[in-house]
């Protein structure tokens, strides 16, 4: 099994035209956040099949994947070390999550942090020190500061939410669109599937110098009523 092999599989799978539409989904065009990267044209059912087929690759080809041009090779390789990491045993499972920290640099969209983030890092930190979230979350990198916060999303399906809050308050002043959703999403998980009235707290405190739009997917599942009350501050 290699990098390369996969990249085949997926280009025999590839189409132009859905290529095109990844493109502008992606946001590829200049001074747009994901300018630069390319795509092949494959869905991401059909990547999860091709990384079921390749689940036993080696950390060394899957960091030649991670780098390749292509942005389903980038994701393919990450669904990869997703079902590593959940079949591992606790030697696998951190030699995975420090390899997934060294790699960072090429989990460059959203969806590479989506998938992969709270799979990997939010398993991975839920037990142990969480102090390299505050290190990533303030970095100048979009992705990495995505990470951070999207890592909580397992600790929030876990019952705990303490550094969903932390880590959004620090985010609250980002500039980045795409950081001001992951921050809304995550808090909107923990009135899901956590505590709402904590929630309710947090909003308080914070509405007034939120991003509209995190509070916009924060108060998603609230009814029209209390909707209308947060956005009105």
Not at 16 to 24: I, L
Not at 43 to 65: A, G, H, N, W
Not at 157 to 167: I, N, Q
Not at 195 to 212: K, Y
Request: overall charge positive; proline content about 3%; aromatic content about 10%.
């Amino acid at each position: 099994m290699t990098a390369e092999k996969v990249e085949q599989e997926l280009k025999k799978l590839g189409s132009k035209k859905k290529a095109e539409t990844s493109a502008w989904f992606f946001k590829t065009g200049v001074g747009q956040y994901g300018h630069g990267d390319v795509f092949l044209g494959v869905t991401v059912p059909e990547q999860r099949k091709v990384s079921k087929e390749y689940r036993d690759l080696p950390l060394l080809e899957i960091s030649k994947l991670l780098a390749n041009k292509y942005h389903e090779c980038r994701l393919t390789a990450l669904l990869i070390l997703v079902h590593q990491y959940k079949m591992g045993n606790e030697p696998t499972k951190e030699k995975i999550a420090k390899f997934y920290l060294k790699h960072t640099k090429y989990i460059n969209n959203w969806d590479l942090v989506d998938l992969s983030a709270s799979y990997i890092l939010g398993e991975y930190l839920f037990d142990k020190d969480r102090a390299v979230l505050y290190k990533l979350v303030k970095s100048k990198n979009i992705w990495e500061r995505r990470i951070a916060i999207i890592t909580t999303h397992m600790f929030i399906r876990k019952g705990e939410y303490k550094d969903t809050f932390a880590l959004a308050e620090i985010l609250l002043t980002d500039t980045h669109d795409l950081i001001h959703k992951a921050v809304g999403w995550m808090l909107r998980e923990v009135g899901k599937r956590v505590s709402r009235p904590a929630l309710v707290s947090f909003l308080e405190m914070h509405t007034p110098h939120m991003p509209r739009t995190t509070l916009r997917y924060a108060i998603e599942h609230f009814s029209e009523l209390e909707r209308k009350k947060f956005l009105a501050k």
